[in-house]
């Protein structure tokens, strides 16, 4: 069993930063890939990112890539999400995910899910 708690979430401005962690219970994370998603109202919750057990191999979605950046500390069973030059359509609740080993892009192949952390751009 793993439980996740996100947390960083926010309000921005456009072009901002912000970073989101993920902190894991649960001896086995180093074992576990994790994956970023994030749901903006009236959508459907869409893949972000993912970074495998090891954090020797990343996907992100092309929305995404060049501006955000995940990474894992596996001696503190924490994720991170950098995300940097912010758009309006990044607004989302951005919740992290869990799976055995290797990435995954499908929300049906996480096992575990956080409650949620809620980010929001403005212009």
């Known amino acids: 069993q793993v439980q996740l708690v996100e947390s960083g979430g926010g309000l921005v401005q456009a072009g901002g930063s912000l970073r989101l962690s993920c902190a894991a219970s649960?001896?086995?994370?180093?074992?576990?890939?994790m994956g970023w998603f994030r749901q903006a109202p009236g959508k459907e919750r869409e893949f972000v990112v993912a970074?495998?057990?090891?954090?020797?191999?990343?996907y992100y979605a092309d929305s995404v890539k060049g501006r955000f950046t995940i990474s894992r500390g596996n001696a503190k069973n924490t994720v991170y999400l950098q995300m940097n030059s912010l758009k309006l359509e990044d607004t989302a609740v951005y919740y992290c995910a869990a799976r055995p080993y290797t990435i995954a892009k499908s929300r049906a192949a996480y096992d575990y899910w956080g409650q949620g952390t809620q980010v929001t751009v403005s212009s």
């Open positions: 970074i495998d057990w090891s954090g020797g191999n990343t």
């Open positions: 649960g001896r086995t994370f180093s074992s576990y890939a």
